[in-house]
């Protein structure tokens, strides 16, 4: 609660590879949606097990809420369309990735990795176990490589980084690759997702360095910036930034001019 008081605590499940578990939890439709192994809805309030949906396929990305026809659903990582209301799967195949999470915008669902496609969910036939269809409108091939980043979104373009640092600007109404640049970040690989604040994008990779960017079909990088190593992703809030970098948690913010 707001005075730091545990309300509940849960034993959800062990992740059963090596590398462990990053997918988030996501809330939906007043449940607490949680994917380690099978995916399950939790009431926030209590912890208690609402549903839980068996043989969804373990994925690192996020599963990303969407309404379809009036009713909220779920999209996995792995593509797989699960309904909120009881857990019952109810479309397959919008997309498959393997580390990223995918992204909706407007109605349109993206899964970027090292390679794409964006897809509009739609009402199947009413009396199918796939009540939930998908519209395929393009395919993309971005540079090859491993995509542990999830993109982003602004104007029109996605951005996306793989593992190598490989930066790229996608049409997101086409698919086409406008652009494809390697930042200055360093050897380490890229685990954080591209992020967007204040009109501008900031990737960074292990190396504890930081690119800001501005954004555009021809995007210029501004600055890189420097920190100790991390992995995880910035979060951005009343003019601070916050990162858990390997030894710290950092609040960044703008001097008073």
Same mark, same amino acid.
């Given at each position: @609660?707001? &005075?730091?008081?545990?309300? %509940? ?19 939906? #439709? ?15 309030? *209590?912890?208690?097990?609402? %549903? ?9 990305? *996020? ?7 009036? /009713?909220? =659903?779920?999209? $996995?990582?792995? +593509? ?10 109810? +479309? ?13 915008? @407007? ?6 990795? &090292? ?11 009413? @009396?199918? *176990?796939?009540? =939930?269809?998908?519209?395929?409108? %393009? /395919? ?7 995509? !542990? ?5 602004? @104007? ?15 049409? &997101?109404? $086409? ?11 360093? #050897?380490? #690989? ?33 600055? =890189? ?7 995880? $992703? ?10 858990? *970098? !390997?030894?710290?948690? !950092? ?7």
């Amino acid at each position: @609660d707001m &005075a730091g008081e545990r309300k %509940w605590v849960k034993y959800i499940a062990k992740s059963k590879h090596q590398e462990g578990h990053a997918a988030s939890s996501v809330l939906c #439709d007043g449940k607490l949606l949680i994917h380690i192994t099978n995916l399950r809805a939790h009431d926030p309030l *209590t912890g208690e097990l609402i %549903w839980e949906s068996p043989g969804q396929p373990r994925s690192w990305g *996020t599963p990303c809420p969407a309404v379809v026809n009036g /009713t909220n =659903v779920v999209v $996995t990582g792995r +593509g797989r369309i699960v309904r909120v209301s009881d857990g019952q799967q109810v +479309g397959v195949e919008a997309g498959k990735l393997e580390y990223a999470s995918p992204l909706l915008i @407007d109605g349109i669902m993206y899964f970027i990795e &090292a390679g794409g496609q964006a897809v509009r969910l739609v009402a199947g036939a009413p @009396d199918s *176990t796939n009540s =939930v269809a998908v519209e395929k409108l %393009w /395919t993309t091939q971005p540079k090859k490589d491993r995509y !542990y980043a999830s993109p982003q979104l602004l @104007d029109g373009l996605i951005y996306t980084m793989h593992q190598k640092n490989w930066f790229s600007a996608i049409d &997101a109404g $086409t698919g086409e690759v406008v652009k494809g640049e390697k930042l200055a970040l360093g #050897d380490k #690989d890229a685990y954080t997702s591209v992020t967007l604040a204040g009109g501008l994008l900031f990737a960074g990779n292990e190396s504890g360095k930081m690119a800001v960017i501005q954004p555009g079909r021809e995007f210029k990088v501004l600055a =890189v910036n420097t920190l100790d190593k991390f992995r995880s $992703t910035p979060v951005f809030e009343g003019g601070r930034m916050y990162l858990r *970098t !390997y030894q710290f948690l !950092y609040c960044i913010g703008v001097k008073n001019q």
